[in-house]
Every structure is written in C-alpha cells, then in structure tokens.
C-alpha cells in the first residue's frame, strides 16, 4: 500500500503540517516520560530483585525512546525556525482518563 503525496502549497501550509508534527512529537515524549516516571522503584516499591531488575530494563527502553523523540521534536523546531516559524508545544496534561 502506498502513501498518499504530500503536497505542500506555500509556506504556511508546511507551517502547518510541522506545528501539527511538533505537537505529536511533544506528546509522545511527554507519555513515554510520564510512563518512565511512573514505574515502581525497586524493592522500597516492594519488588523483588528480579521484578527490579526487569523495571529497570523498561525505565531504560523507555528513556532512550523519549530521547528519540526529543530529537524528532527538535528537528521539527529546526525546520519551523528556518522557515521563520515559532516552535509549538502544545500537550493535553496528564495522566488521561481512557475513552
């Protein structure tokens, strides 16, 4: 299945399409810190060794992901920037209730 092209008309639509991408960026890293941030801590959190040890595997998947995204973000910024646009950071605050 192919992608649909993206046609980007004038400048303020690639404004646009980046404060739309700036926006994703900003809330999936914001949800993979609030969950890295979430995870219980070692046996003062009543974890055993071994329940410890693998929480701290997922703290550190978790962190390097949001790092990722940090870096997206900051690309984005860097194209919005060079196109004399103002980065966005817009987010929900957290945690949401599901749906």
Avoid at 8 to 34: K, S
Wanted: some cysteine; aromatic content about 8%.
């Amino acid at each position: 299945m192919t992608e649909p092209r993206v046609v980007v008309a004038h400048r303020e639509h690639l404004w646009w399409l980046l404060a739309e991408a700036a926006q994703l960026e900003h809330m999936i890293m914001c949800q993979y810190l609030y969950a890295e941030f979430s995870l219980k801590d070692g046996r003062r959190d009543g974890l055993t060794a071994g329940q410890a040890q693998a929480v701290g595997r997922w703290r550190k998947t978790l962190h390097e992901i949001a790092v990722e995204e940090m870096l997206h973000l900051a690309l984005v910024s860097n194209l919005m920037t060079a196109i004399g646009a103002a980065p966005v950071f817009g987010r929900p605050n957290f945690p949401q209730r599901s749906g």
